[in-house]
C-alpha cells in the first residue's frame, strides 16, 4: 500500500535530520521509497513509500519520530482510484 508521510520539524532540529537521513538505510526498513521532497519554504519533508504492513510502516516513521511531527496518509494513484469508483458505483 502507498502511504504519503508529511514530516514536520523544528529549525534546530536540522542538521540531526539530515545526519540521521544520510545514514539511514531504507532498505531495512521494509519500505520502498518512492520519492522524497523537502519543503523549501518551511520545516517539513514529505515522501512517498510503499509498505506491506503495519510493522513496516511504524519501522519508516519511528526513526523521525523524536524529532517533529509525522502524518501518514494512505494515498492511491488516481487512474487506479478512478476505475475502484466506477466499480463500486456500479
Known amino acids: 500500500m502507498l502511504f504519503m508521510a508529511i514530516f514536520q520539524y523544528d529549525p534546530s532540529d536540522r542538521d540531526e535530520l539530515i545526519r540521521q537521513r544520510i545514514e539511514l538505510d531504507t532498505r531495512k526498513l521494509g519500505v520502498n521509497i518512492i520519492g522524497e521532497w523537502l ?8 515522501c512517498l513509500f510503499e509498505a506491506e504492513n503495519e510493522t513496516h510502516l511504524t519501522a519508516a516513521v519511528f526513526p523521525w519520530s ?5 502524518d501518514i496518509i494512505p494515498v492511491m494513484e488516481m487512474d487506479k482510484a478512478l476505475k475502484l469508483y466506477k466499480k463500486l458505483a456500479k
Do not use: Y
Open 39 to 46: 519543503d523549501l519554504s518551511g520545516q517539513r519533508v514529505f
Open 66 to 70: 523524536n524529532m517533529g511531527v509525522v
